[in-house]
Structure formats: C-alpha cells, structure tokens
C-alpha cells in the first residue's frame, strides 16, 4: 500500500508540486481581481520572489525560513513602487504597467550575469517540498476565507461590483488597491520560492508575459465568488495537459480559448457561488 | 556620430509613433485597450512578406496589401469579441481580459502554423544603396520607411480631423447614445474605426519588418511594451501625443543604444511608462477630462 503510494508520489512528483504552487498563484491573481484590479504582473512577482529565494540559498546558504520571507518582502517592495500610481489611477494603467514590470524583470534576469544570466540558477537545494507548499496554500486558503467572510470581504466585494458606489459608502478605495496589489505579489514571490526550491532551477524566461496569462485563467476559470474558485480553476488547468497529452502542445491556445469562452459566456466561473458573510 | 544616430532615431521613432497612432485611435473610440493589436501588427508584416515572395510584388504594392489584410482581420476579431460585450456595457476590464485571451490564443495559433523561425524579405525588395548628406548616411529603405509612416500619419490625421466619417468617428468616441440618435450608425463606425487601426497596426508591422529585416509571430509581442509606453506618454487616445511621444521613445532607445548600454535600451519604454504615470498620469495631451476606469 505505501509502497504504491510512494510509486505514485515519484511518478508525478513535479505534477504535485505544481497544482500546490499555481493553486497559491491563482489564490495570488484573486487577491488582486478581488477588488476589481487587473494585475498581469504576477509572473514577475514569482519570478522575483523565485530569484530572491534562490540566490539567497545558492549564494548565502541561508536558511529555508529566511529565504521564504525575502521572496515575500522583496517582490512586495516592489508592487509598493509600481503600484505608486495606481493610488490614483487603475484598471487600464495597472493592467498596462504589469505587462510592462514583467518584460522588464525577464530583460533584468537575463542579463544579470551575478544570477547566471540566459542559463539561470541550477542546483538550487532541495527544500520545503509537498508539505511546505500545501501547508501554505492551506494557510492562505483559510486566511482569505476568513477575510472574505469578513467586513473586508464586503468592502472588496463593494468595489468590484461598483466601485463609484463602494467610495461614497466609505471603502477606502485606493488603501484596498494598494494593499490587494502589495499582499498578491508577496504570495506570488513565496509561490516563485517554494516551485524553486523543489525544481532545484529556475530561468528568466519562465517568468514571461505567458506565465502571466496562465495564472489569470485559473481564476477566470475558477471564478472569484470564493477562494476556493480560482484554486479548483488551478488545478483543472494544471491536470488538462496530463490527462489530454496530445493536446499539451497547445496548451498556451487552450488557455487563452477559456479565458476568451469564459469572459464572454460564463463571467462568474465555474464556482460562481459567493461567501456567506458574518460581519 | 551624433546626427547619424538622430536619423536613426527618428526612422525608429516614426515607426513607434504610427504603431501607437493605430493604438491609440483603437482606445480613444471604442474605450478598450484591444491587446489583439499586436497580432494586426504580426500578420501585415507577413501578409507583405508573402505578396513579395509569391506575388513578386514590389515593396511599395505589398505594404498596402498588408495594412488591408490586418485590418480586415482586425474587424473580424472585434466582430467576433467585443460586439457580445459592448451589447451588455460589460466593465472595461472584461473586454480587456477577452482580448488578452483571444492574444494568447492568436499566437500560439501563429507559431504552430507560421513556425517561430526570423523570415527575411527578399533580397530584391530593397533597392539597396544610401545617400550621404555630409557625414550622414540615410539608406533607402530608411527614407521608404519615414516617407511611408508620415504620409499613412497624415491621411489618417486628415481623416479623423478633416472629413465626414472622421466628425462621426469622434462623435461616437465622445458619446455613442449622442451619436446615435443624430443618425450615425455607431456600430459601422466602429467596424471603420477597428480596420483603420489594423490596417495601420499592419503597415507598421511592413516597415518595422524592414526596418529590422526580420518577421516573425511574436514580433507584435515586442512592440506592444512600446505601444503602451507610447500611448500613456502621450495620452490614452491621443493622436498627436502618440506621434510625438514615439518620436520621443525612437530617438531615446537609438541615444541610450549608442551612449550608454543596448540592455539599458530596452527598460527605457518602461522608465518612461511608469516615469508618466508617477508624475503626470494624464500623459503629455491628456486632458483632465480623459476617460480612466
């Protein structure tokens, strides 16, 4: 029996891996789509948070713990500055200036030689694994149903519906935005940290526009009446390739396929039911 | 050196500035950033690439047949995503996110069929050679590729400033219930409007192509960091703000390649981009009153 169970874990080792790390991606897009903000810089975050977390234990060895909370901060940092702006604008201007964040992170990364440049970091020590990914995922899983659920959960709600309404009844609009933006991204950078630690290498090129619009379907698939949507959206889009292998080499034709079909005839997702609230 | 590199930069420049024009017009009239923009721009370069290579058309023939053929594309797609939502006056970011997945789609769809190896045009194509003006050399192609995006500039300018459809155009831009009620028809508007755009989005797909002397799928994906580094400096929906900021970015990627370092080049159209929004979002024309959501 274990003996089986041990087969299957290191058949699909990386397929494990990968449902826990883009089900904290999609949790990541959520955050932000939550508040009606588009974001399409969540590859960068990762990618940023992938690099933080891997120099940091490549190059200093530091602990698994330290590296894990640089790849939050530092991707934060980040969003603090692009996001700057959308104190006062948003929607078009944030979409726009997250395309823009992501190619010039690929354009960095491939040409900082310090972080090996087009051939990326190998041999990267192999932490954290299965149950640090699911422990995260679990943990933001519950911490943002616990958020939805709340007075916090009705403000971004408010604001995705209506968001002229959602000010004059007293949300602080651009607080929100800002926040959603900076919380997204440091659970991007920890997803880019926990995937680079199990694959042990990490390049400029998978952080890349594409990654970008991978990780918003899982949420427009899922929906984002719940946490729970964009995470079951995640994981469908992760297993369609396996299951359907003749079709994995358009997966990236798939993807934009849901995204278009499900904009246009099914705008609430496939769990398009909403949180029950208590406060 | 310098007035070589000038050249350069304004060569370089008047094709950012006509990519962003069609861009620009595409969002001032319809309200949506159309992603698919970087594909019209993709399939004119090699809509012109084939008209050469099969048709044996010379360069100045199969430039239009290019910008037709993106822009009739580009009225097929609008028909096809943004009519269903443009009918339910779905939110801004719903259409954006349409157009993002139809993007995706389009080319990983290029790259199957067309391959993602760089084609080139014809060696005959060009017809070759350079003038000197001093110290300055001005090659042919690049007098054919400044000539061809001030005159495409300037007719589409005259057009939306000077003419019947370009007063309707506006209209709709400015208030689609308005017009319609004056008797425009707003949805055929909408269909000019998109394949001016393509087809302008395809002629600057021919000249960057020559320019570069390199086509391929994913050459739209590029130039749309530029796209929007150009409109927001500008101003969203801007015409003259599109043509004078691409001249700005043309002249600062040539300045910063040549003085300071290539990798530097390629953040200018981000420092620039995220430079305007931090200090002056409305861009270089935008008005107090321009549309934001």
């Known amino acids: 029996m274990w003996e089986a169970l041990d087969d299957f874990y290191w058949t699909y080792q990386s397929l494990i891996h990968g449902i826990g790390v883009n089900g904290i991606l999609a949790l990541s897009v959520y955050v932000v789509l939550a508040v009606g903000q588009l974001s399409l810089g969540q590859a960068a975050f990762m990618g940023v948070g992938a690099y933080t977390g891997a120099l940091l234990s490549v190059k200093f060895g530091t602990p698994f713990a330290v590296s894990m909370a640089a ?12 996001g700057g702006p959308t104190l006062r604008l948003t929607g078009v201007y944030l979409a726009i200036a997250t395309i823009g964040l992501g190619e010039i992170t690929r354009i960095v990364f491939l040409n900082w030689d310090y972080a090996g440049g087009a051939l990326g970091l190998s041999s990267i020590p192999e932490r954290g694994g299965v149950p640090a990914i699911y422990g995260t995922l679990a943990v933001l899983l519950i911490g943002l149903t616990l958020v939805a659920r709340s007075r916090i959960g009705r403000a971004m709600e408010a604001m995705r519906e209506d968001e002229a309404a959602a000010g004059v009844m007293g949300v602080n ?9 900076v919380v997204s991204s440091a659970m991007a950078g920890v997803a880019g940290c926990l995937s680079a630690h199990v694959s042990s290498f990490i390049g400029p090129n998978e952080y890349g526009f594409e990654a970008a619009v991978t990780i918003l379907s899982y949420a427009l698939l899922g929906g984002i009446g719940s946490p729970l949507a964009p995470v079951l959206g995640s994981t469908i889009l992760t297993l369609l390739p396996e299951v359907l292998r003749p079709l994995a080499d358009f997966r990236l034709m798939v993807n934009g396929l849901i995204i278009v079909l499900a904009v246009l005839f099914m705008p609430r997702g496939i769990l398009p039911w909403r949180i029950a609230r208590t406060g | 050196m310098l007035e070589q590199q000038l050249v350069n930069g304004v060569v370089l420049g008047a094709t950012y500035a006509l990519f962003a024009i069609g861009f620009t017009l595409m969002f001032g009239v319809m309200g949506v950033i159309n992603l698919t923009y970087g594909v ?3 399939l004119g370069a090699f809509a012109a690439l084939w008209s050469t290579q099969w048709a044996g058309l010379p360069i100045w023939a199969a430039l239009p047949v290019g910008a037709l053929i993106a822009g009739l594309v580009a009225v097929l797609l609008d028909t096809l995503l943004l009519t269903r939502l443009r009918k339910a006056k779905a939110p801004e970011l719903a259409s954006l996110m349409v157009t993002l997945g139809a ?132 101003g969203l929906g801007d015409l003259r703000g599109a043509l004078l900021a691409g ?47």
């Open chain 2, 103 to 234: 993007t995706l789609f389009l080319y990983a769809g290029m790259a199957a069929a067309l391959g993602t190896e760089i084609r080139r045009f014809p060696a005959e194509v060009f017809s070759g050679g350079a003038y000197s003006l001093g110290d300055v050399r001005v090659g042919t192609t690049q007098i054919l590729i400044l000539a061809a995006a001030i005159v495409l500039m300037l007719a589409l300018l005259a057009l939306v400033r000077g003419s019947r459809i370009g007063l309707a155009i506006r209209a709709v831009a400015e208030n689609p219930d308005a017009a319609a009620l004056m008797g425009i028809n707003g949805a055929l508007m909408l269909r000019v409007v998109s394949f001016l755009s393509g087809a302008i989005g395809g002629a600057a797909g021919v000249l960057v192509g020559l320019n570069f002397n390199a086509i391929q799928p994913f050459m739209g994906e590029h130039m749309m960091l530029r796209g929007f580094a150009v409109i927001i400096v500008g």
């Open chain 2, 247 to 293: 001249l700005l970015l043309g002249l600062a990627e040539v300045l910063t390649a040549a003085y300071l370092s290539s990798t530097l080049k390629d953040m200018i159209a981000f420092a620039l981009l995220v430079a305007t929004l931090w200090f002056r979002p409305l861009g270089l024309f935008g008005r107090a009153a321009a549309k934001r959501a």
């Open chain 2, 40 to 42: 019209y721009f993709a």
């Open chain 1, 71 to 82: 790849s939050a901060v530092v991707p934060a940092l980040l969003a603090l500055v692009v």
């Open chain 1, 173 to 181: 609009l651009p607080r929100y935005r800002l926040v959603a933006l």
